[in-house]
């Protein structure tokens, strides 16, 4: 999502991400950017990190054993990523995000991959317990550089309406 310059005074602009419940509309691509090229210093900081201590993802001689004859990057990278890269234009103005599901691992992802996302909006509606919010569902894919899908997931987050945002309330 390219930055919307607000004015907030005299000769002076703030950027503001993300869109507002009425900005979706069911069909919508968004294709995110920059992409994320993975090192395996990423692969193996994030699997420690996290307690996964699986040797496919953090020991290169067993990993080199394996089917894929090298290390594998940690899944839960790979969806905290691809994640991250679509909240600028899907969730960067969400109240909340209400759940994920239908996380598909297509393809394995390496260090030294580089990856890319984009978002479908599938649905949205009005919430039935906040007048001036929406639920919006999307289905992010994950596409290495070659084109290759890699990932899909389906998620919703609960979206303000225009002028009922925090950057609204706040004058942020």
Request: with cysteine; charged share 25%.
């Amino acid at each position: 999502m390219v930055a919307i310059a607000k004015q907030v005074g005299e000769k002076r602009y703030r950027e503001s991400y993300g869109r507002y419940f009425e900005d979706f509309e069911v069909g919508h691509v968004y294709e995110h950017r920059p992409g994320r090229t993975i090192t395996e210093s990423d692969n193996i900081q994030f699997s420690l990190l996290t307690m996964n201590h699986h040797p496919l993802h953090c020991d290169a001689a067993f990993a080199q054993k394996s089917e894929f004859g090298k290390p594998v990057v940690n899944s839960g990278l790979t969806v905290a990523i691809v994640l991250g890269m679509s909240v600028a234009d899907v969730s960067q103005k969400a109240v909340a995000n209400l759940g994920w599901k239908e996380i598909n691992l297509l393809a394995p992802v390496f260090p030294g991959d580089t990856i890319y996302a984009e978002s479908e909006v599938l649905e949205k509606r009005q919430s039935r317990s906040r007048p001036n919010h929406g639920i919006v569902t999307v289905r992010t894919t994950g596409k290495k550089a070659d084109g290759s899908i890699f990932m899909t997931f389906v998620r919703s987050a609960l979206i303000p309406m225009r002028g009922h945002g925090v950057e609204d309330a706040a004058g942020y």
